[in-house]
């Protein structure tokens, strides 16, 4: 039995969610509203402030699916309730960042600046070197992050370019000079 489809989600009070036909599931809460058709093989039951995920046999797709529709709802209550955020540190030597109502400038060492547009339903602020990605679709968030990263992936020799606040760089020796 999947360990992680096994456990029962939590709904915090101020979030309801409701599974329609299809398993198309809808969460709402004092953040937002989120939408997501799950695979309709599984069975999503809201009990009393609990929704449980049950599969119908064991086959290995069902295995597989089991833990990962548990995850998403999960992913939706605690988007809708708390939200989510990814930070990013910007390094390098006049590697700059600037915002300006939607859009979001970045200064990367190229010949133009390389202007990005926050999708529908995803908040960015710079701080400093950091810019920090708020919003309730985890999805969301950690696809406009990585393209964000994107557009100058650390190097391993100086630690130039864009990386994410947890992120570890692994450095490298340069050259060294002949004797």
């Known amino acids: ?50 929704v449980l995920v049950t599969r119908p046999n064991d086959l290995k797709k069902m295995k597989s699916l089991h833990g990962l529709t548990r995850t998403l709802i999960n992913n939706m209550v605690l988007g809708v309730n708390e939200g989510f955020e990814k930070v990013l540190e910007v390094n390098g030597v006049g590697y700059r960042v600037q915002k300006s109502g939607k859009k979001l400038t970045l200064h990367l060492g190229y010949s133009h600046p390389v202007e990005m547009t926050d999708p529908e339903g995803l908040e960015s602020t710079v701080d ?52």
């Open 1 to 50: 039995m999947s360990r992680i489809g096994r456990m029962p989600i939590a709904i915090p009070s101020g979030v309801t969610v409701e599974v329609a036909e299809n398993n198309h599931v809808t969460v709402k809460g004092p953040k937002g509203t989120l939408e997501r058709t799950l695979p309709a093989e599984m069975e999503i039951k809201v009990e009393g402030s609990e």
């Open 128 to 179: 400093g070197n950091k810019i920090i990605i708020k919003g309730i679709d985890k999805e969301k968030v950690g696809q406009y992050a990585a393209e964000i990263r994107d557009k100058r992936r650390p190097e391993p020799y100086k630690g130039k370019g864009i990386k994410y606040a947890d992120e570890v760089i692994r450095r490298k020796v340069g050259k060294t000079g002949k004797k």
